[in-house]
C-alpha cells in the first residue's frame, strides 16, 4: 500500500523544547518538502529535498532543521528557536523532473502533524 | 519575487449555485496543478493544466488554463456540500525543484 505517513497526528510540547515530526514515504519519489498551515492561511514551505543527503531552505527556514539519510525518510526538527512553532505540518513527496526547467510534480501529502505548543 | 494570487479567499454559495476560483502568476508558468484539502484533512492532488488555453473537465468540475500560461481557474456547476473545502494551485517556482502554491479559495456550501 504505497503512500506517505507522518506521526504522530497530534503532538503537544512544552515551551522550549526540541520537537521532530516524522516523515516517511514508499513511494520511491526523490523530493520531499515540509510545508506548515496555520489556521485559514495557505502553505509556506519550510524545506525541500531534492535527493538524499541534499536540502534547501523554503520560505520560512528559521527555527527549523532536517535531514535526508535515507530516500524514504525526510524528518523535521522544530528548534526552540522557532518563535511560533504550533501549526499544522505537512510532508509532501514527488517525483523530479519534467518537461524542461521550471516545471512542477504532483505532490502527494501526508495527513499531517497538528503540533501544539504550550 | 514570484507570486502566485488566487481570489476569493473565500466563497459562500447555496447548493446548487456555482463556484468559481481564480489563479493567477507574476510569472508565465510551465505547467499548473490545483488541489483541493478537505476541512481537517490535507491537500489532495485534483489536476495538472500543460497546454496554452488548454480545458478538462472532471464531471462537475471544469479547469482551465490561460492563454497566456499566467492564470488558471476551477469553475465548480451546481455545488454540492461534498465540495466544501479549500482548493489551491500551485505552479513552478522560479527557484528549481519547488511550487508555489496560492493562498487557497475556501468554500463553503450551505444545503
Known amino acids: 500500500d504505497g503512500g506517505i505517513t507522518q506521526s504522530p497526528k497530534y503532538l503537544f510540547r512544552k515551551e522550549g523544547q526540541n520537537v521532530t515530526l516524522s516523515c516517511e514515504q514508499n513511494?520511491?519519489?526523490?523530493?520531499m518538502y515540509w510545508y506548515r498551515q496555520d489556521p485559514g492561511q495557505g502553505l509556506r514551505l519550510i524545506y525541500y529535498s531534492q535527493i538524499v543527503n541534499d536540502f534547501q531552505k523554503g520560505d520560512i527556514a528559521e527555527g527549523y532543521s532536517v535531514s535526508r539519510e535515507k530516500k524514504e525518510s525526510f524528518p523535521l526538527t522544530v528548534t526552540s528557536a522557532q518563535k511560533n512553532p504550533t501549526a499544522f505540518y505537512l510532508c509532501a513527496s514527488s517525483i523530479v523532473g519534467g518537461s524542461g526547467t521550471g516545471w512542477s510534480n504532483e505532490q502527494f501529502f501526508g495527513p499531517g502533524t497538528r503540533l501544539t505548543v504550550l | 519575487g514570484q507570486q502566485v494570487m488566487q481570489i476569493p479567499q473565500y466563497q459562500h454559495v447555496q447548493e446548487g449555485e456555482d463556484f468559481t476560483t481564480y489563479c493567477n502568476s507574476s510569472?508565465?508558468?510551465?505547467?499548473i496543478q490545483w488541489y483541493k484539502q478537505r476541512p481537517g484533512g490535507h491537500p489532495v492532488f485534483l489536476i495538472q493544466?500543460?497546454?496554452?488555453?488548454e480545458v478538462k473537465k472532471q464531471k462537475r468540475l471544469t479547469f482551465q488554463f490561460g492563454e497566456a500560461k499566467k492564470n488558471s481557474s476551477l469553475h465548480i456547476t451546481a455545488t454540492q456540500t461534498t465540495d466544501v473545502g479549500t482548493y489551491f494551485c500551485?505552479?513552478?517556482?522560479?527557484?528549481?525543484?519547488?511550487?508555489?502554491f496560492g493562498d487557497g479559495t475556501t468554500l463553503t456550501v450551505k444545503p
Open positions: 510569472t508565465t508558468l510551465s505547467n
Open positions: 500551485a505552479g513552478p517556482n522560479t527557484n528549481a525543484g519547488k511550487s508555489t
Open positions: 493544466l500543460v497546454k496554452s488555453g
Open positions: 513511494l520511491n519519489h526523490d523530493a
